[in-house]
């Protein structure tokens, strides 16, 4: 029996349907979520965002420490990444490379944390580098205090 159903994620088969999912909710209804991603080997650990939230982060990070000259380039450019992520429009990277992004972000390598203080860094990488992922946020084991939480 032939069906009219579109494969899943039929454009680019190099990102999971599940992920991919994940990520046009996080850029059409700000949706965060805490997920670990495996990238080359490492556990990348954070919550996930839209993409117009990291780049207002990014603008809030970078606007503390520029002098206002150059503060107001970095806006502009800014600027353009967060309108074209405003309103789920961050879905039309599926012709060509699209980012993940994420807030409080920490790297695992082996049994050390990176950054290692508690709030974690901003992180932007390609869809298309993660081998496997799963949902929650990996802690550090000394600030853990309950059992499976996130």
Excluded: C
């Excluded at 789920?88 to 390598?109: D, V």
């Excluded at 081998?131 to 059992?147: H, R, T």
Aim: aromatic share 8%; charged share 25%.
């Amino acid at each position: 029996m032939a069906t009219d159903k579109k494969e899943p994620n039929s454009g680019n088969t190099s990102v999971d349907d599940f992920l991919q999912s994940l990520y046009e909710l996080t850029n059409s209804a700000d949706l965060e979520v805490g997920v670990t991603l495996q990238v080359n080997g490492k556990n990348i650990s954070g919550i996930m965002i839209s993409g117009s939230e990291y780049f207002k982060l990014t603008d809030e990070l970078l606007s503390s420490v520029w002098s206002s000259d150059v503060k107001e380039k970095i806006d502009d450019a800014l600027e353009a990444n967060i309108e074209f992520y405003s309103g789920g429009s961050g879905n039309s990277h599926a012709q060509g490379e699209q980012y993940i992004h994420m807030r409080n972000t920490h790297i695992f390598e082996g049994d050390i944390m990176i950054p290692s203080n508690h709030d974690g860094a901003l992180w932007r990488g390609k869809m298309s580098s993660i081998s496997g992922f799963f949902l929650g946020k990996l802690e550090d084991q000394e600030e853990i205090s309950e059992p499976g939480t996130y």
